[in-house]
Antibody
Framework: EVQLVESGGGLVQPGGSLRVSCAAS????????VSWVRQAPGKGLDWVSV???????YYADSVKGRFTISRDTSKNTVYLQMNNLRAEDTAVYFC???????????WGQGTLVTVS | DIQMTQSPSSLSASVGDSVTITCRAS??????FNWYQQKPGKAPTLLIY???TLLSGVPSRFSGSGYGTEFSLTITSLQPEDFATYYC?????????FGPGTKLEI
């Protein structure tokens, strides 16, 4: 069974850094693409970043240069390193895995990041 | 980047009604298009992928159609558990943008 479990959220001051993790089970993080999607309180879904099976990475313009997505295949975990955090980065951060290379068929429960 | 617009932003309906939500992409995304449902405090769940393919286990009262830039999600015979927020998303090119959402209320 595919499972994604996020952790690492918390309260951080503006300009600070935080790393959130997405521990995967039931599949190998090298075999699918995994993304981070965030949702600010009371707002819609906001795509943040993706790491593809081949290792290439892409970012939303709003986080480019500040956030870095990576993976550790030995731990089967995907990370999002967030630097120079801003108040507008406050959100629940979900990790999600694709199905059929086309849609997010699996989601974690989310981890809350508060920048204040 | 591809921009997504959804209409309506909110919708009131009753159990047993049929509703349609539409989504427009700012450029051609072919059939790289998906629909999600989200309930308060929960992660989104995938309903339809590739514009019109129902995910296994999703009730057949949900259906999707469209290609290119215009897409729609139809829910027939609304059930109490269908009242939620619905998001469209393109997976044609990064960033894989979402629409702003449609809140379906009783």
């Amino acid at each position: 069974e595919v499972q994604l479990v996020e952790s690492g959220g918390g309260l951080v001051q503006p300009g600070g850094s935080l790393r959130v993790s997405c521990a995967a089970s039931g599949f190998n993080v090298r075999s699918n693409y995994v993304s981070w999607v965030r949702q600010a309180p009371g707002k819609g879904l906001d795509w943040v970043s993706v790491i593809f099976s081949g290792g290439s990475t892409y970012y939303a313009d709003s986080v480019k240069g500040r956030f870095t997505i990576s993976r550790d295949t030995s731990k089967n975990t995907v990370y999002l390193q967030m630097n120079n955090l801003r108040a507008e980065d406050t959100a629940v951060y979900f990790c999600a895995r694709d199905i059929y290379d086309t849609a997010y068929g699996y989601w974690g429960q989310g981890t809350l990041v508060t920048v204040s | 980047d591809i921009q997504m617009t959804q209409s309506p932003s909110s919708l009131s309906a009753s159990v047993g009604d049929s509703v349609t939500i539409t989504c427009r992409a700012s450029q051609n995304v072919g059939s790289f298009f998906n629909w999600y449902q989200q309930k308060p405090g929960k992660a989104p769940t995938l309903l339809i992928y590739s514009a019109a393919t129902l995910l296994s286990g999703v009730p057949s009262r949900f259906s999707g159609s469209g290609y290119g830039t215009e897409f729609s999600l139809t829910i027939t015979s609304l059930q109490p558990e269908d009242f939620a927020t619905y998001y469209c998303q393109q997976s044609y090119s990064t960033p894989y943008t979402f629409g702003p959402g449609t809140k379906l209320e009783i």
